[in-house]
């Protein structure tokens, strides 16, 4: 009871009283107004101390046309007055009399409800006419005219009355509103037995002006209930995705790595064939990767580096390898597309900074000819990665587990894979409890000589190429890769910021 504000204590002694009552009834036996009495309800709800029964009702109010009619009378109970004072109507006379689209309607509802007809010419008053009863539209008309009226409340006469107004344009205007009956539960009624002071001034915080004045020595402090309802918190925030990439640039940003970025539209020669992809591979056919065609095609590096990658393609060059034993083609490598990695970031970064120490990492989308499904998208972000130097495999497993630490997975495992520009080649894959699996999260290797001897690079070259989607999906508990760049409001404002 001493949890009770004074405009809750109110509430309820009116409610002892009225046993039912509206939020209206409520502002009037309290003296409350409206918006006081309705906070006081949304707090006693959740202490089971009222029921509230929320009933949505039809106001009815009169339009622009209906208080025209009201005050002048239907156009045809007007019509049906001039014919009867003068005699005699013509149909001719009666657009000078009450305007054209005023007789037009008048003549339609003169016949629709039998109150006239017309003969040659003339409007002449069926005995329903003569008699002037007013009918069930002109009797709620009249009411209107006194005030807005409740459809629940109208008799069936009038209810008659409402389906041919509701006809008309613009009569009547009927609002959905929502009322609020509210009741005592048995715990409500027990405490107001027991009995309700009705305090004086509250307060809820100590202020400046309450010591300065000293009114804090009359006043009645309120208790705080911790456990009480409060609205939902819904700030603004970023996106989760974007949330998830700075997360990981923080990562390799501590771990000492410089971030690097590419273009989105690359050459074949960058994107492919330095990375010792051969021109034939699946890969590199329309179904797999998206070619754009104007422009076309682009321009090649220097000379000497394109040499060196065509010597390799072609006979291993001076790496030992046989390459891949065909006629490298110079106008295949010049196709323009959208990257499929970004690998081809990397490897363009390589290519001006030849000795080590090097440690970089990229966060960019890439682009691949997939069919959406839940799993797959066209276009999606790829976390590159490398590092040249003193290194080996081992450094290699080591910051992979790192990273992934970091981002909350403890168990990490690597399966061997194949990668045309990696050897050896692995798979990433972390265990995800909730899912009591593992899953591919992306792969990496050491870059083969055929990739790093063509640029002039001596020193191993570890790379990476990871996953944000499928990550992402595990850590906000998705089953649908499309969800993440669906506009679900609702979504995006409850997904947690972690």
Same mark, same amino acid.
């Given at each position: ?92 006379? !009666? ?23 017309? +003969? ?39 209810? +008659?009355?409402?389906?041919? !107004? ?51 020595? &009359? ?13 939902? %918190? ?14 990981i640039r923080r990562i390799f940003l501590q771990m000492g790595f410089q971030e690097i970025k590419g273009p989105l539209v690359e050459s074949g ?172 999260? &992306? ?39 499309? %969800? ?15």
């Open positions: 009871m001493e949890e009770l504000h004074s405009h809750e204590r109110k509430v309820l002694v009116a409610l002892s009283k009225l046993q039912e009552a509206t939020q209206e009834a409520l502002a009037s036996e309290t003296g409350m107004d409206y918006n006081s009495v309705g906070r006081a309800i949304y707090w006693l709800m959740p202490k089971g101390l009222i029921t509230v029964e929320e009933v949505k009702e039809g106001h009815i109010d009169l339009g622009e046309e209906g208080r025209v009619y009201a005050k002048e009378g239907l156009p045809e109970r007007r019509t049906l007055a001039l014919a009867m004072e003068r005699g005699e109507l013509k149909i001719e006379d !009666l657009g000078a009399l009450l305007g054209e689209e005023r007789a037009k309607i008048a003549l339609g509802w003169l016949r629709r409800k039998d109150l006239a007809r017309i +003969e040659k010419g003339r409007i002449v008053p069926t005995e329903l006419g003569k008699g002037g009863a007013k009918l069930p539209d002109e009797e709620l008309l009249e009411r209107l005219a006194a005030g807005p009226l409740v459809v629940g409340d109208l008799e069936p006469r009038l209810l +008659e009355g409402l389906k041919l !107004l509701k006809e008309r344009q613009d009569v009547i205007r009927i609002e959905e509103r929502e009322q609020k009956t509210v009741a005592l539960t048995e715990a409500g009624q027990k405490l107001a037995e027991r009995g309700l002071e009705v305090a004086g001034e509250e307060a809820t915080q100590l202020t400046h002006e309450h010591l300065k004045a000293g009114s804090w020595k &009359g006043l009645r402090y309120r208790p705080y209930d911790v456990q009480a309802f409060a609205p939902e %918190a819904l700030p603004a925030k970023l996106h989760p995705l974007g949330r998830m990439v700075q997360e020669f960058w994107n492919f064939d330095a990375l010792f992809v051969p021109q034939d591979h699946p890969a590199r056919e329309m179904q797999d990767t998206f070619y754009l065609s104007r422009p076309s095609r682009g321009n090649l590096p220097k000379e000497e580096l394109v040499r060196a990658v065509a010597s390799v393609h072609e006979n291993g060059g001076g790496t030992g390898s046989r390459g891949w034993n065909y006629r490298w083609d110079p106008k295949t490598a010049e196709l323009l597309l959208l990257r499929t990695h970004t690998t081809a970031a990397t490897i363009r970064y390589l290519a001006g900074h030849r000795e080590p120490p090097i440690k970089v990492f990229s966060i960019g989308r890439v682009f691949r000819n997939e069919k959406i499904t839940f799993k797959h998208l066209p276009e999606f972000h790829q976390v590159e990665g490398i590092v040249m130097g003193d290194a080996n495999f081992s450094n290699l497993l080591g910051i992979l587990r790192e990273y992934y630490a970091k981002m909350g997975f403890e168990k990490v495992r690597f399966r061997p894979s194949f990668f045309p520009y990696t050897e050896p080649s692995l798979e990433v894959e972390v265990f995800y409890p909730e899912k009591g699996g593992w899953l591919e999260l &992306g792969g990496a290797g050491i870059f083969r000589p055929e990739v790093t001897e063509p640029l002039g690079i001596k020193h191993p070259v570890l790379a990476w190429g990871l996953g944000l989607e499928r990550l992402a999906m595990l850590r906000l508990g998705l089953e649908d890769i499309r %969800a993440l760049y669906m506009s679900d409001v609702d979504w995006l404002r409850r997904v947690p910021c972690r």
